[in-house]
């Protein structure tokens, strides 16, 4: 072969090898493009739940002493939280934690409410209630209601709580709670639950996980 | 006025502690003590700070009081299967050379009736008690905290 004729076929191998080299890297691209749109649920570390279960009625007060029912929980998502307001230590940690969450999620555009629910309905009263969680974050809400209402409420979310006599000031008893912070759906339905130890990041970056899934 | 009669009162305190410490081997050293800003209208705050006990002994704490609350308990949350709940601590070892702190989710300072309205800034009194009858008081700063809760320890 003379030169010319070789230089001009060693162009074109060259050209295909890079033409080839050009493809694999483009479809390993779009791959991984379509790859990272799929969100990956198995990462999280709240329980998100295979069936979210609808909640039936139900009707309590807010700290505005409006009524607070399943029709509060539609069409927003809620993070609920049981605590009470004589609780020193994990209650207002966990309303500042969940303060945090609400500042980190503030870019989304999606409805998010913060519901702190008492689960001491004799000393809580909407009153009380209204100056507690408006220390935290003054677009809290705060719920009570009678024993019964809120022992209906708590029974249909799994949410345990009771009384512990103090020992010597009767009026300062203790109440035993469940700390997990639930998730509400849009739909009114209980979506998945945060266990403590509870941490904004984590809770922020698992409820983007969980809103980017829904829709 | 208030932070100067604070002042005055913590030195008292100091004073009878140390006085009646005189023939105590070694004591206690409380640092970073800090009390959580509340709701205005609580009934009960949290209190917490770091204990080191420096000498060779064993030093059991077993009571605290203040004169800012009517009563003072030590208690631990423990949250056992995902439910909170407080154990009143009637005595707490602190071990030779080691030490015991008190943070959120945790140990803590459990504060009863507030004799007056508590905000970020002000000053309370804290005293230790010892098992041997010695004491340790410290004033600690009410702060307004922020919590991430992604730097948690738990006990």
Known sequence: MSTPEKQSKTARILIVLVLAVLATAAGIWSASIILDRRVNLEELEAIRFPVARQLPPFELVDHNNQVFNEDALRGRWSFLFFGYTHCPDVCPTTLSVLNSVAHRLQDLEADIRFVFVSVDPERDTPEVLARYVG??????????????QIAQFTRELGI?????????NTSDYLVDHSASVLLIDPDGRYHAVFSPPLAAGKISDDFRKILEAYR | ???????????????????????AAATLEITHPWIRE????????AAYLSI?????AAITINGISSPDFESAELHRTVINEGVASMQHVKQLDVPANGGVMLEPGGLHLML???????????????????INGTCITVSAPVVRQVDDGHSQHHH
């Open chain 1, 135 to 148: 220390y935290f974050n003054g677009d809290f809400i705060g719920v009570t209601g009678t024993e019964q």
């Open chain 1, 160 to 168: 345990m709580h009771m009384r512990v006599a103090a020992e010597e």
């Open chain 2, 1 to 23: 006025m208030k932070t100067r009669s604070a002042s005055i009162l913590v030195a008292l305190l100091a004073f009878l502690c140390l006085y009646s410490s005189a023939h």
């Open chain 2, 38 to 45: 509340a709701p205005p209208s609580s009934r009960v705050l």
């Open chain 2, 52 to 56: 080191n006990n420096p000498g060779d």
């Open chain 2, 112 to 130: 009863f009736n507030p004799k007056r309205m508590l905000a970020a800034g002000d000053t309370v009194t804290l005293t230790i008690h010892v």
